[in-house]
């Protein structure tokens, strides 16, 4: 199910199209390889495409690379082409045992004769990226045309900047109000939902999942219609929050403890001294603890 995005797949095409390479950027959940599967069509159009999972390890991203060039018939130098691709793949890896070697075999392979569209190289999970891979990764970049997608605090990895500027950038905003409940609406009818109130239903969908298409989708998909119309709590924005107050609650708790310790040990000081306003600061400061920390605690969990 795919709505929307129709600005952010125009760029991405755009760039390619014109030779450069484009990082898409976007938390999960946001729909990045969903457009990219949108955009396979218009891509393969244009030039061979080839498809690989994630980039880290590297010596995975490697394999899932020969195997994208194999499916798009891309001769890799020294491995003849069979009918299987996995003992051509176990020929690669012996005739280039080492991760070096099989980058080399593998970006001469993506170079095509000047004039001819690039290849495409879509990596659907660049978040692993770490600073070992970037020359690899740049010199796949000067032989083909780039498209990766990553979580938005990958870009900020130390010793990365120099791929990222290379590309061009396209991020992925949340849905519009309008786009979310096309999607909500669309879900509802591909997984039978039945609401007692559709209309209400929808408009609690598009509250709750904030524009995010994996949000929506999981909302209609796994909670059920009485619960999200009701209000109840879905696993949404409102448990997040919840689970930040009990978090401050639990780290007030070793200053209350301490608090109450000073003031025991207070009390018994000033009746071991016989000093009798120690004492009764004490006494005071553990009637204060027994009575003021489970009200502060309550205040601080249900802000």
Known sequence: MFVGRKEEGRAVLLSVRAGRGVVLSAPPGYGKTALLRELLPALEAWAPVVWTERVAPFGAFLKDLFRGLWDAGVPVEGVGRGKDPEADLKAWQRRYPGNEEKARSLLKALKR????????LVVDDATGITPSMVPWLVAFAEAATLVLAVHP????????????????????????PKETRELARALVERYGVVAEDLEAYLNRVVSLSGGVPGEVERLVRYVSAEDIVRNRDVGTGYAEGLARREERGIALAPILLVAGGVAIAARYLGLARGEMDLYVAGGLGIAAFVVLSPWLRKVVVAR
């Not at 605090?153 to 519009?176: A, N």
């Open 113 to 120: 004769p000047e004039g001819v569209n690039p290849i495409t």
């Open 153 to 176: 605090e990958t870009l900020r990895k130390g010793g990365t900047k120099r791929l990222w500027m290379r590309l061009d950038r396209v991020d992925l905003p949340p849905l519009s």
